[in-house]
Nanobody, 115 residues
Framework: QVHIVESGGGLAQPGGSLRLSCAAS????????MGWFRQAPGKQRDMVAS???????YYADSVKGRFSISRDNAKNTVYLQMTSLKPEDTAVYYC?????????WGQGTQVNVSS
């Protein structure tokens, strides 16, 4: 059975840090491209960062220099280290796994940044 589970969300103050985790099971994890997306109320879901099977990374301009994506294939887990958080980072963060015609999503984890 395929499961994508995000964790690590919560409350942070502006300038603070959070580390999100996405654990995948039931898939050949190392073959998948992984990504983090976020969606705020009334907004579309946008890609924040991605890391492909070769560990090449991509970041949205809005988070470049503040967020870092990484993967641990031995643990079937992808991480999003978020630093220098801003109120506009508040959103539900979703983990995405993609390989050829297969695309999988987690349930999301809430991130709130406020003072």
């Amino acid at each position: 059975q395929v499961h994508i589970v995000e964790s690590g969300g919560g409350l942070a103050q502006p300038g603070g840090s959070l580390r999100l985790s996405c654990a995948a099971s039931g898939i050949p994890f190392s073959m998948y491209d992984m990504g983090w997306f976020r969606q705020a109320p009334g907004k579309q879901r946008d890609m924040v960062a991605s890391i492909n099977s070769g560990s090449n990374t991509y970041y949205a301009d809005s988070v470049k220099g503040r967020f870092s994506i990484s993967r641990d294939n031995a643990k079937n887990t992808v991480y999003l280290q978020m630093t220098s958080l801003k109120p506009e980072d508040t959103a539900v963060y979703y983990c995405n796994a993609k390989w050829i015609k297969t695309e999988l999503w987690g349930q999301g984890t809430q991130v709130n940044v406020s003072s």
